[in-house]
């Protein structure tokens, strides 16, 4: 069973506008939510987290909102760049990390 | 150091071959995970560590894998007797925090393990 799900396993956006990443969780215990980026071959890098007492996180271009109720989160860059391209995976924390299958984004110049 | 590293960062196994991975965490850190992450796939949790102790294994996918970090620094995830199905990147991540929220993990390069 999956508890956490990136329904869109890819995503195209040009560059200058806004990419807009989602994540659905099923599991009402999770109190903590990251979202990596991965390039090939290397490892998951942190991006931003939100805690599940608040409903936004903002750091720079990346902005983090959570939808409880919805059991929803989102991931917003803007503006989107070239070097943004990337898989990137939401993951929800009850200590140990749940991943999501990734969505591996394009940004298109 | 700088960041969590993973050795050796390929190994290619015969069937049958004892393989063991390492990870050198972030120092200081007092939580170290492993995870394994299958192609095309996200990284699904194999085991905990707090300090020394393993506080979690419920992740691990046979008793053939093992996992230890005796003095609570450098990890190793042993594998026994391979199997192709155990091919995959191995990620292991530590964080600063024993458990609780906002404990962000921080993670290595991996291992890619390519049984034959």
């Known amino acids: 069973d999956q508890q956490v799900k990136q329904n869109s396993p890819s995503l195209s956006v040009q560059e200058g506008r806004i990419s807009i990443l989602n994540c659905d969780y099923t599991?009402?215990?999770?109190?903590?939510f990251l979202w990596y980026k991965k390039y090939p071959a290397e490892g998951p890098t942190f991006l931003i987290s939100?805690?599940?007492?608040?409903d936004k996180n903002e750091d720079g271009r990346f902005t983090v909102f959570l939808n409880k109720s919805a059991k929803h989160l989102s991931l917003h860059i803007v503006p989107s760049q070239p070097g943004d391209s990337a898989v990137y995976f939401c993951?929800?924390?009850?200590?140990?990390?749940?991943f999501g299958q990734g969505t591996r984004l394009t940004i298109n110049p | 150091g700088a960041g969590v590293s993973q050795s050796p960062r390929y190994k290619v196994a015969k069937r049958g071959q004892d393989v063991a991975l390492r990870c050198d965490p972030i120092s200081g850190h007092v939580s170290l995970f492993w995870y394994q992450q299958a192609l095309g796939q996200g990284p699904e949790f194999l085991t905990y560590f707090q300090n020394e102790a393993q506080l979690d294994k419920s992740g691990l996918p046979s008793d053939r894998f093992f996992a230890e970090r005796p003095e609570g620094s450098v990890s190793t995830l042993k594998i026994q007797r391979t199997q192709q199905e155990d091919s995959a990147v191995y990620l292991c991540?530590?964080?600063?925090?024993?458990?609780?929220?906002?404990?962000?993990?921080?993670f290595g390069p991996g291992t890619r393990l390519t049984v034959l």
């Open positions: 599991n009402s215990m999770f109190d903590y």
């Open positions: 993951a929800a924390s009850a200590q140990k990390l749940v």
């Open positions: 939100i805690s599940s007492i608040k």
């Open positions: 991540a530590s964080s600063s925090l024993a458990g609780g929220v906002g404990d962000t993990q921080y």
